[in-house]
């Protein structure tokens, strides 16, 4: 692609559309994650339990079952998918500013039942957002709204992560949540200038055919269940890494102020940049060699933990360990997002994207659930080799089906 097309592309309504909405995607998550690990770590939660808080997340890996119904039923705003973006961004603004109110410690049940439903709210929200997406982008254009997907979520991630860490050193994380709630405006604003899909023209499909048609389209392909697989696998050890890193670098002597400032903050700046080249060298080298290079480079960042950890409370190390890993894994996210719009059909995009991600939310959920048993079993060392060898099978997999994958070019 000519320098002065992908300028085209990049500057385009599209795809400020696709990094607003994005942002609006990756902001719920580290507040019933990241964030919410190191509030309760911060009032010594115990790790096991941090760890069982991942079960709250399993929205995001049974979204597959409501999916169909918000592809087939239609809110009398806008575009079809942007009323359903309008709704479920009040309410998860209403849920944050609730959860904000809570106690991890005097009330448990009570904050993980509002984080489940913040879950909940945000997996119907990456429906309609993911099934927008897929429908909205060319496969010309596919490449570059990954990476600006990647990109705005990230800038999302580093809103919640790190600017909400920073502030809980000087307020009171009710107010936090607070801030975090105000923020959802952003993903407001862009399904109030999202354009209508192509796909939204054609006639609608039946109910029935919404929940079939999707399922199908999928199974169709050559070792479907094999490429289906794969999306469990591919992340599995950035998955089982992140789940333990705050707590990790909190008993490493970091306080919460360098957690927001280096693990959130530098952290999801070198992120933006991990994304921006790597929409430029998927648009180079294709799907296939991307997925190999980025997931290679995916799996051996991990091990900078372990250095990490021989250095002590060591500050040019934090940077340094924190850069590698969020450039390696902001450059996997690239590849693996361009990979799963490109599995997705026009018109049946939502459950499609919903099924393939829910897929990949169930590694999120299910693997890091055991993280803090791990962790204590082998060591912070022991734990992060762990991590980045459980990225084998998923590269494995990856030359087992090198043919099947879509060869796409942005």
């Given amino acids: 692609m000519r320098a002065k097309e992908y300028l085209q592309i990049f500057t385009s309504r599209k795809m400020a559309v696709t990094a607003l909405l994005a942002f609006s995607s990756g902001l719920p998550l580290p507040l019933v994650s990241g964030t919410l690990d190191v509030w309760m770590r911060s009032e010594a939660v115990d790790l096991t339990v941090i760890g069982l808080f991942s ?7 049974l979204k597959v079952l409501w999916a169909p119904f918000m592809d087939f039923f239609r809110l009398p705003w806008l575009h079809a998918r942007a009323g359903w973006m309008l709704v479920t961004q009040a309410l998860l603004a209403a849920a944050l500013f609730t ?13 993980a039942g509002m984080a489940f439903l913040v879950c909940f709210l945000a997996a119907s929200q990456d429906i309609a957002i993911d099934g927008y997406r897929a429908e909205l982008l060319s496969e010309k254009e596919r490449g570059m709204g990954a990476a600006l997907a990647s990109v705005g979520g990230r ?19 009710s107010t936090v949540y607070t801030v975090m709630a105000i923020c959802m405006g952003v993903g407001v604003l862009g399904a109030l200038l999202s354009p209508r899909t192509e796909a939204e023209n054609h006639s609608r499909i039946s109910l029935k055919q919404s929940v079939v048609d999707p399922f199908k389209g999928i199974l169709s392909r050559e070792k479907a269940l094999w490429m289906l697989v794969f999306v469990l696998l591919f992340k599995l050890g950035d998955v089982v890494a992140g789940k333990m890193l705050s707590p990790f670098l909190i008993d490493t002597g970091f306080s919460r102020e360098q957690l927001g400032l280096v693990n ?9 940049i991990g994304g921006i080249l790597g929409g430029a060298l998927y648009a180079k080298w294709g799907m296939r060699k991307s ?8 799996m051996l960042s991990n091990f900078v933990f372990v250095a990490q950890y021989f250095s002590g409370k060591n500050d040019a190390m934090l940077f340094l360990s924190v850069g590698i ?9 690239v590849a693996f997002v361009a990979f799963l719009m490109a599995l997705c059909q026009s018109g049946l995009a939502g459950t499609q994207y919903a099924i393939l991600s829910s897929l990949f939310a169930l590694t999120r959920t299910l693997a890091a659930a055991p993280t803090g048993f791990l962790a204590k079993s082998l ?17 494995w997999l990856l030359r087992k089906l090198w043919d099947q994958i879509p060869e796409t070019k942005a």
């Avoid at 709250?56 to 890996?61: A, H, W």
């Avoid at 060591?379 to 590269?395: I, K, R």
Wanted: aromatic content about 14%.
């Fill in 155 to 173: 800038v999302g991630f580093l809103v919640s992560g790190s600017v909400a860490l920073i502030l809980s050193q000087h307020l009171p994380w």
């Fill in 55 to 61: 079960f709250v997340q399993l929205p995001y890996s």
């Fill in 379 to 395: 060591g912070w060392p022991g734990f992060f080799v762990l991590s980045a060898l459980l990225a084998l099978p998923g590269l």
């Fill in 99 to 111: 959860m904000g109110q809570l106690n991890p410690v005097s009330s448990p049940w009570s904050i």
């Fill in 264 to 272: 959130k903050g530098f952290g999801m700046i070198v992120s933006v």
């Fill in 325 to 333: 890993e969020n450039f390696c894994a902001s450059l996997g996210s």
């Fill in 291 to 298: 997925l190999w290079i980025f997931g290679c480079l995916q």
